[in-house]
């Protein structure tokens, strides 16, 4: 017996209807350390029924035009719209983010990715080239490339599963997604969604279950042709080794180090409120959180001083709670991780300013077993440490005095990663120098996390493998073709 509370049983969704599965994995409400709900366990048997499935519904879905799958894929976002607040209460209860940031950010952005492609998908044109002396006109054609293996995270869990299932449907594909084993509940949710929004079956085919299990068997099918993944830099380096045979494509958004860089010249009274929310927003649990931070000596102790009293406003509570700003970290595995970061640089003689370890973390009586912990900000740490370099992934910072521009950019590039980077100074001619040399894929200067979804997005280094947005995104979910006819 499982207790008097009765737990949620996931279902994987095959070919348009949900099948049990022989084993299961328990999920915990990270608020609370208490089982919740059980995940299919799927592995070879799942993901080959979803292939099966994939491959008869590919010749009908790839034939309709870009208009018709356009329509479905609107009519898709106006369902999640219709349902947003008990998306948003599934996504808070069962990642841990607080429900405000469910509400505001991850279902309004997984609705929207729906209705972002929906429209791009009617805007590309290709090329054409005459020539002439030859009698000859040359043309490119774009055709889908079949079953695309989509692979999520936990951070952001239907946010980033919408962002892979939008293109590579809208291209004409068919998919088999599977979301991370620890935040299945909203991708399940959206299942129910799919026929009635039109979607035929076999299109998109859900299989739940952990990585070493389902998420290899994905990537190591010779008719996957194709794996979109969002995750670690080590689970990335498995499936390049696994897809190597197959000769797959592969877009491969992966992890960050990622720095702010604050000049004399910044604007303090922007800057601190906004480096606070791109340190700690969502437990810090986002690829694009800032966890090194770079300001010029001559500003140095205002800005700490004024940064760790604007920390200690970010309440710590139940994700359920809508005054709570930072919620649960994913698990208590994550949240030993994350501490243990703390612990080493208190070893290595950093300071720890605020947070774990220096103030107390008061919590609800329902929420004592869970994983929190206080933004933590940490000084005096030197570039080489593990703190420095690597990804701590939760709601922790370290900040670090430099001199000159040629110094900061050259220790902001010292990390084997490469996703996102801040800049905040006044003098635009410093912006467009500092941005261009930065090692970063993506770069916001006076701010953080403007969005324009038309453009790329993705990492340089260790931190992935191609980009994903309006073009990027339909040219990694196509093939192009060059057809020559001579009159």
């Known amino acids: 017996m499982a207790g008097p509370k009765t737990l949620l049983v996931l279902e994987n969704f095959i070919n348009g209807k949900f099948v049990p599965c022989s084993s299961y994995i328990d999920s915990y409400d990270p608020s609370t350390g208490d089982v919740y709900c059980r995940v299919p366990d799927s592995g070879k048997e799942e993901v080959e029924a979803a292939v099966t499935a994939a491959r008869d519904a590919f010749l009908g879905w790839s034939s309709r035009s870009p208009q018709e799958r356009s329509q479905i894929m609107n009519k898709l976002a106006d369902l ?10 599934a996504e808070s209860k069962d990642q841990g983010k607080t429900i405000t940031f469910a509400r505001t950010v991850d279902i309004p952005r997984a609705a929207y990715n729906f209705r972002f492609f929906a429209s791009s ?14 009698d000859c006109m040359h043309y490119t054609v774009r055709t889908p490339v079949g079953i695309a293996g989509l692979i999520s995270p936990w951070n952001l869990p239907l946010y980033l599963l919408t962002w892979k299932i939008a293109p590579a449907i809208a291209s004409g594909n068919t998919v088999i997604a599977k979301p991370s084993e620890m935040t299945s509940v909203t991708a399940w949710m959206m299942c129910k969604l799919l026929g009635k929004a039109g979607i035929p079956p076999g299109v998109v085919n859900t299989v739940f279950g952990t990585g070493p299990k389902a998420g290899e068997a994905i990537v190591s099918h010779p008719d996957v042709p194709l794996i979109s993944f969002t995750g670690s830099t080590l689970t990335a380096q498995h499936i390049r080794e696994r897809s190597a045979p ?14 702010a860089i604050i000049f004399e010249d ?14 700690f927003a969502n437990q810090g649990e986002i690829c694009l959180c800032t966890s090194r931070i770079f300001v010029q000596r001559s500003i140095y102790n205002e800005f700490l001083k004024r940064f760790v009293e604007e920390a200690r406003k970010w309440k710590v509570g139940s994700p359920s709670d809508p005054t709570a700003s930072i919620g649960a970290l994913i698990s208590k595995e994550h949240l030993e991780k994350v501490k243990n970061y703390v612990k080493k640089a208190r070893a290595e003689g950093a300071r720890i300013l605020c947070g774990e370890g220096v103030d107390s973390l008061a919590l ?5 077993n869970g994983y929190f912990m206080l933004p933590t900000v940490i000084a005096e740490v030197k570039d080489e440490s593990c703190c420095m370099q690597e990804e701590i ?10 001199d000159t521009e040629e110094e900061v950019i050259k220790r902001a590039n010292g990390v084997k990663y ?42 340089m280094k260790a931190s992935g493998i191609g980009r994903e947005g309006a073009k990027e995104s339909y040219e990694f979910f196509t093939e192009v073709k060059t057809i020559t006819i001579k009159h």
Not at 393 to 402: A, D, L, R, S, Y
């Open 364 to 368: 609800p009586t329902g929420n004592q």
């Open 80 to 89: 999640i719209e219709h349902d947003l607040e008990a998306f948003a209460q």
């Open 418 to 459: 490469g996703l996102a980077a801040t800049i905040w100074s006044s003098n635009v001619g410093r912006v467009h120098r500092v941005a261009k040399r930065l090692q970063a894929g993506l770069v916001w200067t006076n701010c953080w996390l403007v969005r324009e979804l038309n453009l790329p997005f993705g990492g």
């Open 393 to 402: 992934f939760g709601p922790v910072t370290c900040v670090v005095p430099f």
């Open 121 to 134: 998908i009617l805007h590309h044109t290709t090329e054409c080239t005459q020539m002439d002396h030859m």
């Open 266 to 279: 910044a604007n303090l009274d922007q800057c601190i409120p906004t480096t606070v929310r791109s340190s």
């Open 246 to 259: 197959h000769c797959k494509k592969l877009s491969l958004e992966l992890g960050g180090k990622n720095p």
